[in-house]
């Protein structure tokens, strides 16, 4: 889920697969390292909200202040509005946009929050530019992305490591960066924030449930999502290989003890 210039390529899309697994993000289990920041009052731009469920839990963080929700997509926007509306969340705002160019003035908000956003674009020192402009003085930009070639998984599926290598040359054919989490600081430092904090947190799939979520979700997007149409545009794959893959992925989750584990960088930086 990510804002983006016009040439820029979202790898993931937003088939419903994508945003099924992006709607179960919520602060604690992804922004667990902002939280301490969402204070009553605060003010809080969520860049590349997606489907909303991390955004809307940050309105309830900091009411009465106001959280805006920004994404590139406008039926993404619609999803998050809908799950606004269903939680009776009534401080948060949801609007398109493009990172590159926010449509805020100078020295707006408290926080300025990214989540897996920076890995998916072409240019994440302008992007981070662009969040410390519309961040008050004082006030922090918060960002965290997973670090792809740093994921370790159990046990060794010949078709995970497929994945894996697939997933890498697609992301990098489209300008991106898949292993954007060991590079949060120093783009951080490129986009001129002198005070940056380094931190790490884990996502792990090692329970019965945990897998079979993981393995249904991975299995459907190889088959279905704009990874799928993209390996194929792109030559990388055959429609044979997305499916063996996608079985790999249904076999790993079938193990009583199988373990996966995606680690993803943070920053709070500030200018």
Known sequence: MSEQQPHDVYTHGHHESVIRAHASRTAENSAAFVIPYLTPGVTVLDVGCGPGSITCDFAGLVAPGTVTGLDRSQDVITHARELAADRGVANVDFVAGNIYDLDFEDDTFDVVHAHQVLQHLTDPVGALREMRRVAKPGGIVAVRDADFHGMSWYPAIPELDEWMELYQRIARRNGAEPDAGRRLVSWAQAAGF??????????????????????????????????????????????????????????????????????????????
């Open 194 to 271: 002198t005070d940056v904090a380094p931190t790490s947190s884990n996502w792990l799939y090692a329970t019965g449930q945990q897998r079979r979520w993981q393995a249904r979700v991975w299995g459907e997007r190889v088959l279905h999502s704009a990874f799928a149409e993209q390996a194929l545009e792109y030559g990388f794959a055959q429609e044979a290989d997305l499916t063996r893959i996608s079985a790999g992925w249904h076999r790993w989750g079938s193990t009583d003890d199988g373990w996966f584990l995606i680690p993803n960088g943070e920053v709070i930086a500030r200018a």
